[in-house]
């Protein structure tokens, strides 16, 4: 399979070496064998049509910092235009999440599809702006379009909505999808004020430098978006979901909880009308309400009752794990 | 499609009860228009070529006991006879789990397969006795083996592990996989002994007049059997698990674990070696530390890390539901 490489940061570069640990499996158990046949950091892009030698490619981004500096066999041209005109089955865009106006992303994916090809996402802003016209795209394009990573990195969220509900109704879907927040929360639960519990996340490395995205709730809202929209069939967008962050939770409230015997979470939820992300309280002996920087969802079902997936949510390898899984289905689609 | 039931208890009516309700949704959405054929209780069993009226076949199960008494226009032999000799695609094994022989559940998958007809079980005594040869018997007939149900009950465990860790290798699975020992455990940490516990949970419907299966632990062996062969490739039975009930644990291990931050708790685990049941010290703080009758799987994956699944792993809709599930792939794989 002829593999289209945007963005080589830690998922890009976790990935390539899960293809390169795992070539024998993916010959032998699923037929694949992987090429990739353009790469591209924010350098640039290089290309080479017989394959690049993924070893070679990890030490020079370690070494150079950019992908460019690969060598004298590759040839350089705008992103847009090798995506549309390389042969290659798969585009896999890993650029950095922009909720903004979903670019560069949103071009390179929408590109990949009216050219024809597959596309593998874990870049969450172009699905959270537009899940319904990228979804639409797809079709009518007849290419595949996963993205198992935007939610829960390698935890298998949607994928567990999508495959093993199958024959269900989700009535309900209820979580936490930020780590980061959960984390903060957590060290509140554990006494901390808001400030103390940011500083710590952030000297931890859980929090960004700006942790808007996180704290203010727009991680778990884009996050939502995906999920209610794959798995209950809404047409939203970042923009239906009623949104309250973390920032003005207070240590007494959570100290109030706490003796009833919750702890206060960012739950995003969808009832299939309403899509809220907001801090409330929820019971200790609610499996969601895990600790730490951990994920969970409960999904309500019609028949099956309540389903909960637990998860870290988050990690380089993890994530890269998710996109494996999507070229593995991606090939099985193909080949049948 | 055109089935077989044998067994009409609880799962086997909330089943027909599903195919009634879903009769539209399942022919639209996956093209499947089923006909029960055959239905077996203790009494015996009825067939209709053209398809039993699924309405009748419960007033009548309701009103005088056994199906048997269905009506003129079915004939009536040996079960394994009509299993053998009728024309059918499913033959939907529900009779009750017998850890000692398998019968006459084994003997009816057996012949199921033989002649061709793929099967589908919530039946767990058969797997945890014969796992590998029943798989290999599958195998050579060509026909679709399903047993989503005997784990987890409609909580998707075999599924989630099998399909959404696809492309990751699973290392260790540990959990909780039966209800009542649970319930039992639960009321422990509340501070009752074992036999309070379990007068409790008789009173309340959780645990059978003979709980021994559930108690000394057989049943999450005969689950754990299930598990570790079909998501880690072991080759095991029941014969293979080191087994320990939890009719020894005192009350006062539970107070001193619980004053640590730990729960005792039944724990099925497979290390890809060793295959164990017994009860043991979980942090309160761990995901699979969930509480009543819930049931709860921690997978450790290589890449994509820990996945813990929760969910309350019995109930008749709730298996019922897993039929179906198992329904819709074999359709799908016969179709494509």
Redesign the interface.
Known sequence: MRLILLGFGVVGQSFVK?LLS?STDLYNE?GIKPKVVACADNGGIITCNQGLDLDRLLSVKKKKKSVVQYGSNTGTSGILDVIENMDAEVVIELTPTNITDGEPGKSHIITAMKSGKNVITVNKGPLALEFPSLMELAEYNRIEFKFSGTVGG???IL??AK??????RILNLEGILNGTTNYILSKMYEGLSFSQALKDASEKGYAEKDPTLDIDGYDAVAKLVIASNLVMNMKSTMSDVQRTGIRDVQATQVVNERKKGNAIKLIASCDGKKLVVAPKPVSK?D?IC??GT?N?VTFT?Q??????????GA?G??T???I??D???IRNIIR?
């Open positions: 899960l795992h699923y390698g935890t298998p994928e567990f495959r093993c509900l199958k024959g269900d002996k499996p895990v600790d951990l969970a079902c028949h099956s009752g309540q389903q909960t997936i637990i998860g870290k990690g390898m993890e890269a794990s998710s494996l899984r070229l593995i289905d049948s």
